[in-house]
């Protein structure tokens, strides 16, 4: 049970960009930075959990070796998201000496929530330190910087990582921990992390903290998130007018594992293609569900926006 107290994240982090999953176009590309020993200033655009940080941190092992954290600073921007961290915090570290390389890096994380003025300071800051420091920004949207910002970087975009890219991490994880996985338990894990390695690796652990052996039932639960049967017999029916029926069924679900209708709403949408209903059918309900979660986001009731949407696809 010690092995548990550590985070899996960190414990099976990538330490080297060639041992990164999933996204081949992008270490080769970083590799070959660290062959010519120099670096642009970079953009990383993308989901979560897919490598980013990862890459961000392999890449300062490879240039720096030992001495990377000495050269590597890592910054949060939706910690810090005003003027003040880019003036003070990265702008102290920019302007020393980097310690026996031509240059340090600064990692700014979650760079897609600093504030305008913050965006236009760091700009200038950029420009001001280029001799001596690069900038590696991560970030989930890119359309969320201001233009001069990303034509100052080189842009790598992070694709999700596919199903047999997380399988096969997962299946080394469960083989070092000394677990047990049934393929239902492996499917359940895939698609609860949609190419989120953070997410399936972290399900993982949580579900392995009471069971040796890691089951679909136990990985739904675990990962508040509706099993795709569930979802299938609520939507049937409803669509069969029996909408009593799928109003008790979907509220016994959400009470029992403590899904929000978000995550209801996140699984419908998973599955709702595969519906065997006619085309417009389909169309209507992705146009009535994306109205719902919208609702609720702007602060409407969720089980009465949820039962709300039951009615209307009992309608149809």
Known sequence: ?????????????????????????????????????????ILFAGSAGIGKTTCAIALAKE??????????????????????????????????????????????????????????????????????????????????????IQSRCAIFRFKPLEDADVKKSIEKIVKNEGLEITDKGMNAILLV??????????????VA???????DEDVYSVAASLRPDEVKDILNLALNKQFIEAR?????????????????????HRELLDL????????ILIDKLGEYEFRIVEGGTEDLQMEAFLAQVSTL
């Open 1 to 41: 049970m010690d092995d548990l107290i550590e985070i899996w994240t960190e414990k099976y982090r990538p330490k080297k960009l060639e041992e990164v999953a999933g996204q081949d176009n992008i270490t080769n590309r970083l590799s070959a930075f660290v062959k010519e020993k120099t670096l642009p200033n």
């Open 63 to 148: 240039l720096y070796g030992d001495m990377w954290h000495r050269n590597f600073m890592e910054t949060n921007a939706s910690d810090e998201r005003g003027i003040s961290v880019v003036r003070t915090t990265i702008k102290d570290f920019a302007r020393v000496k980097p310690f026996g390389a031509a240059f340090k890096i600064v990692f700014l994380d979650e760079c897609d929530a600093l504030t305008p003025e913050a965006q236009q300071a760091l700009r200038r800051t950029m420009e001001k330190y280029t001799r001596t420091t690069r900038f590696i920004l991560s970030c989930n949207y890119s359309s969320k910087l201001i233009p001069p």
């Open 248 to 268: 008790k069924k979907l509220a016994d679900v959400m009470l029992v594992r403590g899904l929000s209708g978000l995550d209801v709403i996140k699984g419908i």
């Open 276 to 283: 065997d209903i006619d085309e417009r059918k389909k169309a």
């Open 193 to 206: 992390a949609e190419g989120d390695m953070r997410r399936a690796v972290n399900t993982l652990q949580s």
């Open 209 to 215: 903290i009471t069971a040796k052996k890691i089951t």
